[in-house]
Each structure stands twice: as C-alpha cells, then as structure tokens.
C-alpha cells in the first residue's frame, strides 16, 4: 500500500555516512528547514552504527478497542504485512505518536526486518522485549521500552504513507541518516543540494578542530572571518 520504495545509490549511502547528524542539521538549517531532528529517537544501544537510508514509514494512530485487538496481528493491515513490504537497507521509520506504554515492536517482529535487511528501526513510540530485541543485532532508535503489545495503545493503520515521528514531516522514500545524536531527515528533493554542502562543511569543521587543537582562539575561527576563511580556503586547495 502507500508509495513504491525506491532504491538509494549506494556512493550516497558511502559519502553520507561520513557526515554527522549534527552536521546535517547544520546545513539544513542554512536552507531554511529547522525541523528535522526527530525527537524522542534514542539510540538503544551506545554502539550503534551511522546509518544512511531511504525511509520506509508506519503509522500507528490512537487505540480503538474494536480494532486495537490481538486478531489484528493477523490482518491484511498489519505491521506483519508491512514488514514483508520492506525492502532491503531501509529504515523502518514508524510514527508512534510518541505514545511509551506500549510496544510497537518486539523480538520476532525485529528478527524478521533484520532477516529481511532491514538496515534499522527509528521512532518516537518504544519497543519491547528488550533482551531479545538486542539479541537480533538490528539496530533501533526509540525512546525505550515497555512490556505491553502495541494494541494497549496503539491502532497500527498503514504504511508508505506520510507520517510524523518525533513532531518531524517524514515521507516516504526521503532520507534518514541517525548516529549517537539522533535521526535526522534529509527531504528526497534537497538531497542533491546537501551532500556537497555536509560534506564541505565536515570538511570545514575538521580544519577548525585542527585550529583548536593548535591554541588558535575561539574569535574570528568559528564562525570563521574573511582572514580564517582565506586560510581555510588555501588549506582546502591543497586536499581536494
């Protein structure tokens, strides 16, 4: 159901996963868009890979009791049929409505993505079974977990639609990036404008560090004036 995914070059993938979440907001926001940072997307382990991938998105909505019911796992609409909908090194994006007492996702529903190659799980809800949820290797961004199913709180609805998680607009087939800070969306139109643009500024970023590291002061470095610029720019030349 929903929009067909599409796949995402793999240079792409390559050269964003040098950039930092942190980064991207950064140069984001000199685009004009301040509200990408998914918000409640924790990663779930402190060792979690960067992962560079095309949304795949879910929507839950409020709890019914009609609907919200153990037969529903079973339905043509189920997050069992969504699953088998993903294709390989997506994100799983779901919009939980940052709803924590109830668990989207557990350790057979994870085994399956990861199975499916499913590159990660990112939302604004929580997921359960912790332990085995670990022990599938797939890799979740959440706010945590908690022991009820889904249908405590949750009507699952959808997916490949748009959706919110974490109060972020995601679409589906834009593009998720998510490390240690977080998850953040890059717009699938403004992909081709941000990559040259996070990876200059990884670059400038690294040369300012390399100023720091060397007792150069904070004024006129970062930001960086006409004077540091021109340095930076003589710097550059001579690694691109």
């Known amino acids: 159901m929903g929009t067909d995914p599409i796949p995402l070059d793999p240079e792409l993938v390559r050269v964003l996963s040098g950039v930092t979440t942190a980064t991207l907001t950064t140069v984001l926001l000199k685009k004009g868009l301040r509200n990408v ?11 979690q890979p960067r992962l560079v991938a095309r949304a795949f998105t879910l929507r839950f909505v409020p709890a019914r009791e009609d609907l919200a019911t153990p037969a529903s796992w079973g339905a043509p609409i189920s997050t069992r049929a969504a699953i088998e909908a993903m294709p390989a090194g997506c994100i799983a994006v ?13 350790d057979i529903l994870c085994s399956r993505m990861k199975m499916r190659g499913v590159a990660g799980l990112v939302t604004d809800g929580v997921i359960r079974d912790l332990a085995g949820v670990l022990g599938t290797g797939l890799p979740v961004w959440c706010q945590g977990t908690a022991a009820p199913a889904s249908v405590a709180g949750l009507t699952f609805v959808g997916w490949q639609e748009p959706i919110g998680c974490g109060g972020v607009a995601v679409f589906p087939n834009d593009i998720v990036v998510v490390d240690a800070d977080g998850a953040v969306l890059i717009p699938a139109g403004l992909l081709d404008e941000v990559i040259p643009a996070a990876v200059e500024q990884e670059r400038l970023e690294g040369w300012i560090m390399s100023q720091v590291a060397a007792g150069v002061p904070l004024p006129g470095l970062y930001p960086p004036n006409e004077e540091t610029k021109a340095r930076y720019e003589a710097w550059a030349r001579t690694v691109r």
Request: aromatic letters at 8%; proline letters at 4%.
């Open 37 to 47: 940072w998914m918000r409640g997307a924790k990663p779930l382990q402190a060792d």
């Open 94 to 106: 779901v919009d939980a409505m940052g709803v924590t007492d109830a668990g989207i996702f557990g």
